[in-house]
């Protein structure tokens, strides 16, 4: 019902800058509240940003491993999430994914989103 592709990802330097897109297609109505989660080889799936639709009343939150530094945002014509990453860490090197939730609040559990992307790849080296 609803396809989520991610890209932007790649391999990055320590500090810099990285911008992360989300494209939807299909029955985008039901995907009210779009995130960014994260997961690194041997860790659980975690929540980075999310954000609603301003129809719904605009609303982001971010992890707060994140906070300060990375942003995310939408475009209601093209129905791209974006995630702009500044300021990167090794920490951050993980597998982005974008993912959809028909309701109306941003949720930090993966278990809380229907539609996912399969994400793209971000590598922060030194």
């Known amino acids: 019902q609803v396809t989520l592709v991610e890209s932007g990802g790649g391999l990055v330097q320590v500090g810099g800058t990285l911008r992360l897109s989300c494209t939807s297609s299909?029955?985008?109505?039901?995907?009210?509240?779009m995130g960014w989660f994260r997961q690194a080889p041997g860790k659980d799936r975690e929540f980075v940003a999310g954000?609603?639709?301003?129809?719904?009343?605009?609303?982001?939150v971010y992890a707060d491993s994140v906070k300060g530094r990375f942003i995310i945002s939408r475009d209601n014509v093209e129905k791209t999430v974006y995630l702009q990453m500044v300021s990167v860490l090794p920490e951050d090197t993980a597998i982005y994914y974008c993912?959809?939730?028909?309701?109306?609040?941003?949720?930090?559990?993966?278990?809380?989103?229907?539609?996912w992307g399969r994400g793209t790849q971000v590598t922060v080296s030194s």
């Open positions: 993912a959809g939730r028909t309701n109306y609040f941003v949720q930090l559990t993966p278990a809380s989103y229907g539609f």
């Open positions: 954000i609603t639709w301003p129809w719904h009343g605009e609303n982001t």
């Open positions: 299909g029955r985008t109505s039901i995907t009210n509240t």
